[in-house]
């Protein structure tokens, strides 16, 4: 299908969640894909820079080295976000890195976050999960299945791989959030951002004065990541608060979403929770689905590092463009009957966990969690609903990742 | 078919593993993609297409 290229008005990017569907981008996304799937846009600053929606775009520009991941180069597309220039990434932060500095963290790290080390784990997330369980069914009715449920399993999977203790949450827990959060107050992100380094500068610090001994390969997976690269690598210790605050940052706020949302989306779903409750081989294909209907990590913003000519249109060097996820994961020409959620279909290929260089490092382990954790939600609550009315559960309209705050629950006891 | 992989251009995600796990896997050290077969067998084409097809770092050819 020809895209005429379009002669309107630079749009602004559409953020209004249409009342009474949680699961659906914001409606006007679907408008601009529909128009254009590479439309000019003018950004809160006033820059006029451009709106990826398509599948087919934002994919390839995710993997085109021409265009740039790092802060200082981009423009943000939300009103309500910083003033004045972004500044560079912290030190560590992976996502706000180009190659070759990029590289040499990925290599370090991606060893540790194989398909065949994090199905390891199945065993240890199946424990955790039937504990949590455990704590949901002891809360009864009522209790928030996402302080109980889905925030522990990723927390505690996390935190034993980096050889965080979870006991230590409370001082990074509430200061991750905060830097999730897309209108937190300057200060409130500078105190989070500095909050979560000193308890990381701390544990590294504990981590150097005495050596991991951790066997630095083998197949397992890891139980001490950063006493392991503490020991191993050539990382500066800032390097290491850094790469430690990314990563525990990382895991701590998707995985849970993905287990509350998900949740969310299949009680909204009957049919399809019935279908996977029938049949544990769906999961893996039922997570890619879930992955893409709902792709919590919605927007991703890149910079050309020079002229770059797509789709007939010229995107200039110094250009923000804005890629809209979650409207390529509904694009009709890539998913047919995109806005149905149906974990029987192949959703292979979504951007759930993005594409290029910085697809999610720890993808697998987020598979093997989801995997577990849903199924065994359902298997041991038959009757598990939603124990207030679906408009009333609270939405992360507010965050870089999208989900629920709470999802209070209930099911027949006895 | 057969099969090339670049191992520079590798990032080490496991799309490949996890998509055809017959023929891709992963070193231990960096995570990057180990060929199992570089002429994979005729029931595993449309996973390996599949799988060159989703690398996200380009690093997966196939001459057919």
Avoid at chain 1, 104 to 129: H, K, P, S
Avoid at chain 1, 310 to 338: C, Q
């Amino acid at each position: 299908m020809q895209h005429e290229p379009s002669t309107t008005a630079p749009v602004t990017i559409p953020t209004q969640r249409a009342a009474g569907c949680p699961f659906d981008p914001p409606a006007g996304l679907a408008e601009v894909r529909e128009r254009d799937p590479l439309a000019r846009m003018t950004y809160p600053d006033g820059h006029v820079g451009w709106l990826a929606t398509g599948y087919a775009v934002v994919r390839t520009i995710l993997a085109d080295p021409r265009f740039s991941s790092r802060y200082e180069l981009m423009h943000y597309p939300f009103p309500g976000g910083p003033e004045g220039p972004i500044p560079p990434a912290p030190v560590g932060d992976m996502t706000g890195m180009d190659a070759p500095e990029h590289t040499r963290f990925r290599r370090l790290l991606a060893g540790r976050f194989t398909v065949r080390r994090m199905r390891r784990l199945t065993d240890r997330v199946q424990e955790i999960t039937a504990d949590c369980l455990d704590a949901l069914e002891r809360g009864g009715p009522g209790t928030d299945l996402v302080e109980a449920f889905a925030r522990p399993i990723p927390a505690l999977m996390i935190c034993e791989l980096l050889g965080v203790p979870y006991a230590d949450r409370e001082r990074f827990q509430s200061h991750a959030h905060t830097l999730m959060s897309m209108d937190a107050a300057p200060e409130d992100r500078y105190a989070a951002m500095t909050g979560l380094q000193e308890y990381m500068a701390e544990l590294v610090a504990a981590k150097r004065a005495e050596p991991s001994d951790e066997e630095p390969s083998g197949e397992g997976p890891s139980t001490d990541l950063l006493g392991e690269l503490a020991r191993d690598s050539d990382l500066t210790d800032e390097e290491l608060v850094g790469v430690g605050g990314f990563l525990l940052a990382a895991g701590l706020d998707t995985t849970a979403n993905m287990i509350a949302h998900g949740t969310f989306a299949l009680l909204s779903h009957p049919a399809q929770a019935e279908a996977l409750r029938g049949a544990q081989d769906l999961a893996p294909e039922a997570v890619e689905e879930l992955m893409r209907y709902l792709t919590i990590a919605h927007t991703g913003i890149k910079s050309a590092l020079e002229d770059v000519e797509l789709e007939g249109r010229l995107i200039r060097a110094g250009e923000s463009v804005t890629l809209s996820f979650e409207a390529a994961n509904r694009d009709p020409e890539r998913f047919p009957d995109p806005d149905s959620l149906d974990l029987g279909r192949r959703a292979t290929g979504h951007l759930g966990f993005g594409h290029g260089i910085h697809q999610c490092l720890g993808q697998q382990l987020a598979r093997v969690e989801l995997t577990v954790a849903l199924p065994a939600l359902f298997e041991r609550f038959p009757t598990l609903r939603l124990a207030v009315p679906a408009e009333e559960v609270p939405l992360r309209t507010n965050m870089n990742i999208y989900g629920v705050h709470r999802l209070p629950v209930t099911w027949d006891e006895g | 078919m057969e099969l090339h992989a670049d191992r520079t251009r590798c990032i080490g995600a496991g799309m490949c593993a996890l998509t055809a796990p017959a023929v891709f896997d992963q070193d231990e050290e960096e995570g990057l993609v180990v060929l199992l077969a570089a002429h994979p067998p005729q029931d595993s084409h449309p996973a390996v297409r599949l799988a060159v097809g989703g690398c996200p770092a380009a690093a997966l050819a196939l001459t057919e």
